[in-house]
């Protein structure tokens, strides 16, 4: 099955930058709409951003304005670039995709998660 594997995490004082990348284990695999979303511990899952094939993006009002989404290679690969970053940014963060491949075990088209990559912001 396919995976995602994220990169581009790690220390960053407030104000700095970091791009976080999302590659899909198969080259040109096309997934449909892509997302990130980020967690810190004691707190449900957040959607940050997301883009679809259509091209279509939304983000969360705490990012708009300081990250972009992207996807780029053949649409196998999202990125996010953060901008501005501030300590209240500090999560693990996560990337998803939807397959276009149905899966007859589960009977669902499914989303595959990357395994996170951390993002801390402190001076």
């Known amino acids: 099955q396919v995976q995602l594997v994220e990169s581009g995490g790690g220390l960053v004082q407030p104000g700095g930058s970091l791009r976080l990348t999302c590659v899909a284990s198969?080259?040109?695999?096309?997934?449909?709409?892509m997302r990130w979303f980020r967690q810190t511990p004691g707190k449900e899952r957040e959607l940050v951003a997301s883009?679809?094939?259509?091209?279509?993006?939304d983000y969360a009002d705490s990012v708009r304005g300081r990250f972009t989404i992207s996807r780029d290679n053949g649409e196998s690969t999202v990125n996010l670039q953060m901008n501005s970053l501030r300590p209240e940014d500090t999560a693990v963060y996560y990337c998803?995709?939807?397959?276009?491949?149905?899966?007859?075990?589960?009977?669902?088209?499914?989303?595959?998660w990357g395994q996170g990559t951390q993002v801390t912001v402190s001076s």
């Open positions: 998803n995709g939807d397959s276009p491949v149905w899966d007859r075990a589960t009977m669902t088209f499914p989303t595959i």
């Open positions: 198969v080259w040109d695999f096309v997934f449909e709409d």
């Open positions: 883009i679809a094939r259509s091209g279509r993006i």
